[in-house]
Structure formats: structure tokens, C-alpha cells
């Protein structure tokens, strides 16, 4: 199998999203910034609630779905229909605006760490206009493998494959076939995980560094970077610390991205008219179907 090798490391830039939330910002920091169907990766993190109390008050999407994934903290999801999700540490949201939803995510804390991810995933054409749906995942539905040199892999969405040991996330059946997990790894120790060769693939390090490849063409990355890789069948990952990253892949869907604020659709004729909806109120289609685990 051919490894993977390191195309471009993107350095995070602070920013900020919401009513003032303060982020990281890698994937998406321009709009050129993007790895076909992912669209953007914030990381939140912070002690001090004057960083995120504000929250995201409500606000529209159309077009792609967002994958919210808390590692601490407390944050609250509600939707224009009434519907409510409490997310918690190792919990996940997967909604999928697809035609359109409007919603909020609130902390419900006022002091303590909040820290987690929001990625958002391209959908396909013939997708995005599918009722609005979403899944919140606790996280003792979401299954942790614990490997022979100590590293832990949480599978959130595909499947982690290590010799016969084979771990299936609950996210399954996707357009875009993603694998999202969440790898932490022990300093000198190996990963290892098979990619289909035509997937688009990236590496996010939220905590120590890593060094992604084999051999001469590893390419060391550091916290707070997202590794874009290069095509092949197996990624290769060493820890140059303790360390904790994502992995994520998915097939590209080779599409026209057209993108304006929340509303990302094919053409610029499809953007004007999720404007025209959201603003005559026909943005929302029908109540968002929840599916709880």
C-alpha cells in the first residue's frame, strides 16, 4: 500500500464566530483553504467564559452538513421547531441542514473549559435540498479501541481497521463515505490506517506533534495544524510527543462549491435564492428529523 505523504500544512489562525466565540480556525480560514468535501475546521478551547458564553445564537443553514464534537463542556443545540440537544464531554452532534434549518448553540456553563470541534462536510448536489436532519451521539454509544502500544482510537464516523481488529462508528451510509476519528497517541508510538486511494484525507493535531508519513517523506506537524495529504491507501502517523489528533477522509465530490456565509450550493442563482428563502421564511422546509441514540 502506498502511505500517504504530506501536500501542505495549514497553521490555524484565530478568529472568532457566533455572538464573539472565540476559535481556531484551520480548514476554511479562505474560502481556497478547503479539502473537497470538507469545507472548515474550528477548534474552541478555553478556560475563560468570556471566550464562548456569548454562544451562537440562531442562525441559518443550507446545503452541507456540521459535525459538532465536544471533548469538554456543556453546550445546548436548539432548533426552529423546539427541538433540544444537550452535548457533553465525548459527545456528538451530525446534522445535516441539506434544505434548510435554523438553530443556536448555547453554553450552559459559566465558568469551566469548553473545548471541542465544529467541521463542516460538503454535500452532494443531488442532497442538498433533503429535509434537514440530525443525530445526537452520546458518548458512551461511540466505540473507543485501546491498541497494543497504548494509543486509544475513537471511531466517530467509518471504520478503524488495525489487522483483524475491525471498529465501526455510528455514523455509517454518507454520500461523501467520511471517516472521522479521534486518535491519541503516545509519544515514539506508530498509527496506522487504510484510506481508499481516491479519498481526500487530512490530519488535524490538537494536542503535541506528530510526524505524518514514512521515512524520508514524513513531514512533522504541530498543534494546532491541519495536514492535507496526498493521495494513497494507508496513513502513517508517529507521535513526536504524547499526542491527540483527528483523522478524517472522504470521496471528494468534484462539484462546483459555491458559498456565502452558512449557504454553501453549486451555483451562485442557488445562493441568491437561500437568501430570498431565509428571508421570506422559506428557508425551513419541514421540522428537522432527530434521530437519538
Known amino acids: 500500500m502506498r502511505t500517504r505523504s504530506v501536500n501542505q500544512v495549514i497553521n490555524s ?3 472568532s464566530d457566533g455572538a ?12 481556497h483553504v478547503r479539502l473537497d468535501p470538507f469545507l472548515m475546521l474550528d477548534e474552541f478551547g478555553s478556560f475563560d467564559a468570556n471566550d464562548y458564553i456569548a454562544g451562537f445564537p440562531p442562525h441559518p443553514h443550507r446545503g452541507f452538513e456540521t459535525v459538532t464534537y465536544m471533548l469538554e463542556g456543556h453546550m445546548l443545540h436548539e432548533d426552529h421547531m423546539g427541538n433540544k440537544g444537550h452535548l457533553h464531554g465525548g459527545d456528538v452532534q451530525w446534522m445535516t441542514a441539506a434544505h434548510g434549518i435554523i438553530h443556536s448553540e448555547m453554553p450552559q456553563q459559566q465558568a469551566g473549559r469548553m473545548h471541542g470541534f465544529q467541521l463542516w462536510i460538503n454535500l452532494p448536489a443531488r442532497e442538498k435540498m433533503k429535509p434537514a436532519s440530525y443525530r445526537d451521539i452520546p458518548a458512551a454509544k461511540i466505540p473507543v479501541a485501546t491498541l497494543n502500544n497504548r494509543a486509544t482510537v475513537k471511531v466517530i464516523a467509518g471504520e478503524y481497521a488495525d489487522g483483524e481488529q475491525r471498529i465501526t462508528g455510528p455514523i455509517q451510509g454518507l454520500a461523501t463515505q467520511a471517516l472521522y476519528i479521534d486518535v491519541h497517541l503516545p509519544k515514539d ?8 486511494g481516491a479519498h481526500n484525507a487530512f490530519v488535524y493535531v490538537y494536542e503535541g506533534t506528530v510526524r505524518v508519513g514514512e521515512g524520508a517523506d514524513a513531514t512533522s506537524v504541530p498543534t494546532h495544524a491541519a495536514a492535507f495529504l496526498n493521495g ?62
Open 232 to 293: 494513497g491507501e494507508q496513513i502513517m502517523i508517529t507521535a513526536e510527543s504524547d499526542a491527540r489528533f483527528l483523522v478524517l477522509a472522504a470521496q471528494p465530490l468534484n462539484e462546483p462549491v459555491v458559498q456565502y456565509g452558512p449557504f454553501v450550493m453549486n451555483t451562485r442563482e442557488e445562493i441568491e435564492q437561500a437568501i430570498v428563502d431565509y428571508q421570506n421564511g422559506r428557508l425551513v422546509q419541514e421540522k428537522a428529523q432527530a434521530f437519538n441514540e
Open 20 to 31: 464573539g466565540v472565540k476559535l481556531l480556525r484551520s480548514l476554511g480560514q479562505r474560502q
Open 189 to 196: 508510538q506508530l498509527f496506522s490506517q487504510p484510506t481508499p
Open 13 to 15: 489562525i484565530n478568529t
